[in-house]
């Protein structure tokens, strides 16, 4: 109700089958994401991209670059072997895709999970920036 809400209220629509190039992309680099394969996901971002957290205090840059993310993505994959994301429904635009994503992982006491606000930014059908709005 709150997508549908947003979309009439915004012009943005919530994704169909009919038109789902930007979110396709989504959907793959967060599939890339889960598998742990760093080449998929950089094969669906821009030369530039830049990995964006909205704190509290504004926002704060946590890579930017190519080569950042795959560094990024190398720590953080040998840090917690257990992560992965799942994606709500998403909202498209003309060049963003706003979507909730879940994060899920393991713990000694069991499984945990956290979700949070993603809005990507696409160029040309690629990521160029990920907003990430705190968890929740």
Same mark, same amino acid.
């Given at each position: 109700? $709150? @997508?549908? #809400? ?8 919530? #994704? %169909?089958?009919? *038109?789902? @190039?930007? +979110?396709? %992309? ?5 599939? @890339? ?14 030369? &530039?991209?830049?990995? =964006? ?7 704060? %840059? ?6 950042? =993310? !795959? ?6 994959? +040998? +840090?917690?072997?257990?992560?992965r +994301? #799942? =994606? ?6 003309a060049?963003? $895709?706003? $979507?909730?994503? #879940?994060?899920h992982?393991? %713990? ?6 956290? !979700? ?7 160029? &040309?059908?690629?990521?160029?920036r990920? *907003? ?5």
């Amino acid at each position: 109700m $709150v @997508a549908v #809400t947003l979309a009439l209220l915004f012009g943005v629509r919530v #994704t %169909t089958a009919d *038109h789902a @190039a930007l +979110s396709d %992309t989504v959907r793959a680099f967060v599939e @890339a994401f889960n598998a742990r394969d760093i080449d998929a996901m950089d094969a669906l971002v821009t030369d &530039d991209v830049a990995w =964006l957290s909205i704190t509290p205090d504004g926002l704060r %840059t946590e890579t930017e670059g190519r080569a950042a =993310l !795959q560094s990024a993505m190398v720590s953080y994959f +040998s +840090s917690c072997s257990s992560c992965r +994301s #799942t =994606l709500g429904p998403l909202l498209e635009s003309a060049q963003r $895709v706003a $979507v909730v994503e #879940t994060a899920h992982w393991q %713990t000694d006491d069991g499984p945990k999970s956290q !979700q949070s606000m993603a809005v990507y930014e696409l160029d &040309d059908g690629r990521i160029r920036r990920v *907003h990430y709005f705190p968890a929740e």
